[in-house]
T-cell receptor, first 115, second 115 residues
Framework: DTEVTQTPKHLVMGMTNKKSLKCEQH?????MYWYKQKAKKPPELMFV???????INESVPSRFSPECPNSSLLNLHLHALQPEDSALYLC??????????????FGPGTRLTVL | AQSVTQLGSHVSVSEGALVLLRCNYS??????LFWYVQYPNQGLQLLLK??????LVKGINGFEAEFKKSETSFHLTKPSAHMSDAAEYFC?????????????FGKGITLSVRP
């Protein structure tokens, strides 16, 4: 298995809802990443997990809460989001710990719309 | 600190013509450089990477790039454009944050291919 999967593909939520995004990889990678991407812009790094521990938080608002239950799974819990949080959320993984990242493999993304 | 610059936002070529997408980098350490492609409503796919060794790097889909230290460049080329090459292209450099590393992306460039 050489891919990163993300569910759901699309998500519409209200500002008072709680939802979660899920990311999974079975390549034995030890680092996983969450990105936010607005239209026609590059991905913006949100969080990095290395060996299942949070290693980078790019000053993301607390309404986004990451979780890494095991080495294959990465979640992003969403609560009280704002319409400006609507974006494509991308997950990625890399083989080694983030300090020795050689390349990242990206999932297809979740398209999030906040009403 | 490491960064990449992609000049221009849009390149249009005719089918069969040479594709040249420019990327210049700034890095105080030997850089790891990457080119990613993003098709509409999809995640990012790695085209090629330069870490060490041979400066001419061949990637997928007929793309290649040459690392030129004297010019601080890592331009992406393809001899003959195909309609399926129309996409967004991002150049990226590995950036260190303490013991961790992450990708720093250029702003991206849209490639259009005319019949």
């Amino acid at each position: 298995d050489t891919e990163v999967t993300q569910t759901p593909k699309h998500l519409v939520m209200g500002m008072t809802n709680k939802k979660s995004l899920k990311c999974e990889q079975h390549m034995g990678h030890r680092a996983m990443y969450w990105y936010k991407q607005k239209a026609k812009k590059p991905p913006e790094l949100m969080f990095v997990y290395s060996y299942e521990k949070l290693s980078i938080n790019e000053s993301v608002p607390s309404r986004f809460s990451p979780e890494c239950p095991n080495s294959s799974l990465l979640n992003l819990h969403l609560h009280a989001l704002q319409p400006e949080d609507s974006a494509l959320y991308l997950c990625a993984s890399s083989q080694g710990p983030s300090g020795r990242m050689n390349e990242q493999f990206f999932g297809p993304g979740t398209r999030l719309t906040v009403l | 600190a490491q960064s990449v610059t992609q000049l221009g936002s849009h390149v249009s070529v005719s089918e069969g013509a040479l594709v040249l997408l420019r990327c210049n980098y700034s890095s105080s350490v030997p850089p790891y450089l990457f080119w990613y492609v993003q098709y509409p409503n999809q995640g990012l796919q790695l085209l090629l990477k330069y870490t060490t060794g041979a400066t001419l790097v061949k990637g997928i889909n007929g793309f290649e790039a040459e690392f030129k230290k004297s010019e601080t460049s890592f331009h992406l080329t393809k001899p003959s454009a195909h309609m399926s090459d129309a996409a967004e292209y991002f150049c990226a450099v590995r950036t260190f944050t303490g013991a961790n590393s992450k990708l720093t992306f250029g702003k991206g460039i849209t490639l259009s291919v005319r019949p």
